[in-house]
């Protein structure tokens, strides 16, 4: 079933070990430390998440957003940002119409994913060095 993607979510797995990922069910999908891009379901799923975008969204999470601490915030490695970044290129290439936004951004009481997308996209620049 071909669904209408509307909203292209920014998450983190909300974890702080960087050797366990414990939340991949409710994502399409996580982006690890390293960079590497893990496919945890297709995109023609519903991921039960955000129930009022959840049928127009795809979710992608980075592994971590917890401190050693355990409070939630920016967490991601160098490697990691410029996966997520060319992800989320190749997702709004592939659906035009949609909207990058964070957790957040669509549930005030979430932190999630620990920093403001929309700003970071914004400003973001792609580390050549990590590209090649």
């Not at 974890?15 to 945890?40: A, C, L, M, N």
């Not at 999630?112 to 700003?119: A, E």
């Amino acid at each position: 079933m071909k669904r209408h993607i509307k909203y292209i979510i920014v998450h983190n797995t909300a974890t702080f070990d960087p050797k366990i990922s414990q939340h991949y069910g409710f994502f399409h999908y996580v982006v690890e430390r390293t960079g590497e891009i893990k496919r945890i379901y297709p995109e023609s799923a519903v991921i039960k998440h955000l129930p009022d975008v959840d049928n127009e969204a795809i979710h992608i999470a980075y592994t971590g957003g917890r401190n050693k601490a355990g409070s939630l915030g920016d967490t991601r490695t160098p490697m990691q940002e410029e996966a997520l970044f060319n992800k989320l290129v190749a997702l709004s290439v592939k659906y035009p119409a949609c909207r990058i936004c964070g957790h957040d951004e669509l549930d005030a009481t979430s932190n999630c994913p620990g920093f403001s997308v929309k700003d970071w996209l914004r400003n973001y620049e792609p580390d050549l060095s990590i590209s090649a």
